[in-house]
């Protein structure tokens, strides 16, 4: 069992590109989540989906965009890349949304927006 | 909203010592309270969780705290490891915030062998 994987591990991207992170995972969770980790800060939450076909903002939503067409796969989209967009950009699960539910993350992707 | 503060924000001691990181919260409605184990280059990973009907809670060399009145807890680490270097997240969840997470902003914990 894989667990979360993303996609791809690194990537430097010129300003005013579109790009989509890639993120799958194994365990027919029906709650994921994306968040951004950039120096000296916590977890930022972007966007989440608590089941399939359904998808929310969170605490910082500007400039992405994502969809849930099925459990396993929550791709993040960025349309225009802008230099405050480089971060560390972590992909998470879990079984249901709501407390007390376990989150388990995914190994990262590290964006450079130049 | 939630608003979740860490201290400290970098903590090192020696091996064998004990290590101790707080957090606080400020929504009284937040009812679950995971903490996170980041290493160097890897997703955080849960260590250990309190919920809010309990004061305490261990497994074997971590324990965490929670006091509701005063609206913190905190993470303590006994016996530290060389291992148990790492950066360490709290997190707040209220489900009147739909159940998602507030993070504080990390701890680098060094521990010197």
């Known amino acids: 069992i894989a667990g979360i994987t993303q996609a791809p591990t690194s990537q430097i991207l010129a300003a005013g590109r579109r790009m989509t992170l890639r993120c799958t995972q194994d365990?027919?969770?029906?709650?994921m989540y994306w968040y951004r980790q950039d120096l000296g800060l916590g977890l930022r939450l972007i966007h989440y989906?608590?089941?399939?076909?359904?998808?929310g903002k969170g605490e910082v939503p500007d400039g992405y965009s994502v969809s849930r067409a099925n459990t396993d796969d929550f791709p993040l989209t960025l349309a225009s890349a802008v230099p405050s967009q480089t971060s560390v950009y972590f992909c998470?699960?879990?079984?249901?949304?709501?407390?007390?539910?376990?989150?388990?993350f995914g190994p990262g992707t590290r964006l450079l927006v130049l | 909203g939630e608003n979740v503060e860490q201290h400290p924000s970098t903590l090192s001691v020696q091996e064998g010592d004990s290590a101790v990181i707080k957090c606080t919260y400020s929504?009284?409605?937040?009812?679950?309270f995971p903490w996170y184990k980041q290493e160097l280059g890897k997703g955080p990973q849960l260590i250990i969780d309190?919920?809010?009907?309990?004061g305490e809670k261990k497994d074997q060399r971590i324990a965490v705290t929670l006091n509701k009145t005063a609206k913190h807890f905190s993470l303590h680490i006994t016996e530290t490891q060389p291992e148990d270097s790492a950066v360490y997240f709290c997190?707040?969840?209220?489900?009147?915030?739909?159940?998602?997470?507030?993070f504080g902003d990390g701890t680098t914990l060094t521990v010197k062998p």
């Open positions: 998470a699960s879990s079984a249901q949304a709501g407390e007390g539910e376990t989150q388990y």
């Open positions: 365990m027919r969770h029906n709650a």
């Open positions: 989906s608590n089941t399939a076909g359904t998808t």
């Open positions: 929504d009284s409605a937040s009812n679950y």
């Open positions: 309190i919920r809010s009907n309990v």
């Open positions: 997190a707040a969840i209220s489900n009147t915030n739909a159940g998602k997470s507030t």
